[in-house]
């Protein structure tokens, strides 16, 4: 929907850039996830990722897969909540877990 309240055609979420509610861009809309029998979207499925946010989690020519639920709000642009947080918080505990030998 769009601010007014008016349907919005979901092929229009297609090409649109994705930031975090920080700023911080996370790639582009390629696809669309449908629940068919809800007729809702369920997910954003994105791609020309921000290569340093993903680096060593995602190969250059893959996409990833985000949960509608953590969309904010879509407007030129989608932001998205707090998802430059959560993989920075992976990628530190990945990073602080002691090695077993």
């Known amino acids: 929907m769009t601010a007014d309240g008016a349907p919005q055609e979901i092929t229009s979420l297609v090409?649109?850039?994705?930031?975090?509610?920080?700023?911080?861009?996370?790639?582009?809309?390629?696809?669309?996830?449908?629940?068919?029998?809800?007729?809702?979207?369920t997910g954003i499925a994105l791609g020309e990722l921000n290569e340093e946010l993903f680096a060593g989690r995602v190969g250059a020519t893959?996409?990833?897969m985000v949960p509608y639920r953590w969309v904010r709000a879509v407007g030129d642009v989608i932001l998205v909540n707090d998802l430059v947080e959560r993989l920075r918080e992976d990628e530190e505990e990945s990073t602080t877990q002691p090695t077993q030998t």
């Open 15 to 41: 090409g649109r850039e994705v930031y975090s509610n920080n700023g911080v861009f996370v790639g582009e809309v390629e696809d669309v996830r449908l629940d068919l029998g809800e007729e809702v979207v």
């Open 62 to 64: 893959e996409g990833v």
